[in-house]
């Protein structure tokens, strides 16, 4: 592996490679401690550049190494220019990351490769998550790919795409009564009692280091430099402080230049517990009830809100949320302007987008990227009811020139 | 009110590998109180030195998060179940490169 050890994050305890994630000291969470000796410059670009076109192209910034017959081969997804989206408001520079072209259509596919290579290290048998639905497709998938039996669980109520699209790979689904931060103590509490691979859990360190990868891409598909702004969906805030750390690391390597990009994070308005406490100012982040169409960020008590909340404010920008009415307006505005239908949290990220760049929040000339990473196939339930019927006609020239001709401008 | 207390993984080194300990206490800090006289230290663990919880530490009662509750003045009734869980944030340590 390319880790030496875990660090706690909190009080710098050291511990051996292993799975868990809290340190024995201070209950701090652990992460992966590297040794990028000897990587640097322009012979680290040279590799990766010469790497597969997935997030094992940049191996050596990772914690363990891809299994070649378990690979699904996630990552290196398209950073599109959006012309239209940009004009519509009134930002000059505006990129897409569409992270929904992964092999199960979000960014998980990034985490839990990382897990399962870590996984492997481990020898365990078992994989597991808790999941709001996007998690429990990734660890289905990759569990099947790898020949280890899956075992997911969701909180009751999520979209039924998300649950067919994760039992179809034939896992073990296990709903559980309550909500995702239910799901969630449960998990921890399993993860203490049995030898499982919780993905979230106690393979947390290495899972968690996977988002790092939504950093690296876009700083080498802008041509090897760190945008001026990221726009990022936040539920637990690992992935959003994860981005960061891959900018920061490509910038310790001589990758990219030093900039700072400024962290903008786009939450739920009825699950923004952090977007609450950056509003008024506070570090504490006081979890909440979630209610919200945008499921995949129903996080009441996001593990990761304090760091976020830091990382905002230090580097100029900013924690802000959207209503479920902005949200369902922003994944169509997205589609109608860019042709890429996003799942809810999608359209959260466009929403506070939209409503930052309405503010005079935005300078007009930054480099922006928004980070798309869900797909609206799992989540037809937010849509179906603003979407247009089809207009029906019979199959005549006449009832074609009565009902269509005039719609479409001719 | 003898309630169950979870204790997790980190902690059972105080407890002598005990999973669950039984403890007396009509409120969450009682019951703490109770838990740290029989493996002294372990308050110190869950609690900072205000005596309020860790920023990485959330307590449940009876799967109830405590910040929905009463928080340390949480009462607890006869056979409530007291579970210590750490909070799992698994992002970096923001530095300013």
Redesign the interface.
């Known amino acids: 592996m390319g880790a030496v050890g875990l660090v706690c994050?909190?009080c710098g305890q050291r511990y051996s490679v292993e799975p868990i994630?809290?340190?024995?000291h201070?209950?701090?969470?652990l992460?992966v401690d590297y040794d990028f000796n000897g990587l640097r410059g322009e012979p680290l670009r040279d590799r990766i550049t010469r790497g597969p076109a997935s997030i094992w192209r940049y191996q050596d910034l990772l914690p363990a190494p891809r299994v070649p017959e378990w690979d699904l081969a996630p990552g290196f997804t398209p950073l599109v220019r959006a012309h239209r989206l940009g004009e519509v408001l009134g930002l000059r520079n505006l990129y897409l990351k569409n992270d929904t072209r992964n092999p199960t259509w979000s960014f998980k596919d990034r985490v839990v490769a990382v897990a399962l290579a870590a996984v492997r290290t481990f020898g365990f048998t078992v994989l597991s998550c808790a999941s709001t639905g996007n998690l429990a497709n990734a660890v289905a998938a990759h569990a099947a790919k790898a020949g280890l039996r899956a075992v997911v669980f969701i909180p009751t109520g999520l979209e039924r795409a998300k649950v067919v699209t994760t039992g179809v790979y034939r896992p073990t689904v296990v709903e559980v009564e309550?909500t995702y931060?239910?799901v969630?103590?449960l998990c921890?509490?399993i993860g203490?009692?049995h030898r499982w691979a919780i993905a979230?859990?106690n393979l947390?360190?290495y899972?968690?280091e996977g988002a790092k990868t939504l950093g690296f891409e876009v700083a080498e598909q802008l041509g090897w430099r760190a945008p001026d702004r990221v726009v990022i969906p936040v539920g637990?805030?690992?992935m959003?402080?994860?981005i960061?750390?891959g900018f920061?690391e490509f910038?310790?390597l001589g990758l990219i230049e030093?900039h700072t990009v400024r962290m903008t994070a786009a939450q739920a308005e009825g699950c923004g517990p952090i977007a609450t406490a950056y509003r008024e100012n506070t570090d504490k982040v006081?979890?909440v009830?979630p209610n919200t169409v945008a499921k995949s960020l129903a996080i009441g008590?996001p593990?990761?809100g304090?760091?976020?909340l830091?990382?905002a404010r230090?580097t100029g920008g900013a924690v802000d949320s959207a209503t479920d009415l902005e949200v369902v307006e922003a994944v169509r505005l997205l589609a109608e302007t860019e042709g890429l239908f996003t799942e809810p949290a999608g359209g959260v990220t466009i929403g506070v987008l939209g409503k930052l760049a309405r503010a005079g929040a935005i300078d007009p000339n930054e480099v922006i990227v928004a980070y798309i990473t869900g797909i609206g196939l799992k989540a037809l339930e937010a849509v179906e009811q603003v979407v247009e019927r089809p207009i029906r006609i019979t199959p005549t020239l006449a009832s074609f020139e009565e009902r269509v001709l005039a719609l479409a401008g001719e | 009110m003898a309630v169950q207390v979870?204790i997790?993984?980190?902690l059972r080194?105080i407890t002598n590998g005990e999973?669950i300990i039984e403890v007396r206490g009509g409120s969450l800090a009682q019951a703490i109180d109770e838990l740290d006289r029989r493996f002294p230290g372990i308050r110190a663990?869950i609690l900072d030195d205000r005596g309020e919880v860790?920023?990485?530490?959330?307590i449940?009662v009876n799967?109830q998060?405590i910040?929905?509750l009463s928080g340390l003045r949480t009462p607890l009734d006869e056979g409530a179940e007291v579970?210590i869980?750490?909070?799992?944030?698994?992002?970096?340590?923001?530095?300013?490169?």
Do not use: W
Not at chain 1, 26 to 29: D, L, M, S, T, V
Not at chain 2, 54 to 58: A, G, P, T
């Open positions: 994050r909190e994630f809290v340190c024995e201070c209950f701090g969470p992460e309550g931060d239910d969630n103590r921890l509490e203490d009692e979230n859990v947390r360190p899972y968690s637990s805030g690992n959003f402080v994860k960061h750390k920061e910038q310790r030093p006081v979890p009830r008590a593990a990761d304090p760091y976020v830091d990382l230090r | 979870r997790p993984t980190p080194r999973r663990k860790l920023q990485f530490v959330n449940f799967e998060d910040r929905f579970s869980v750490p909070a799992m944030a698994g992002g970096s340590r923001p530095q300013i490169a």
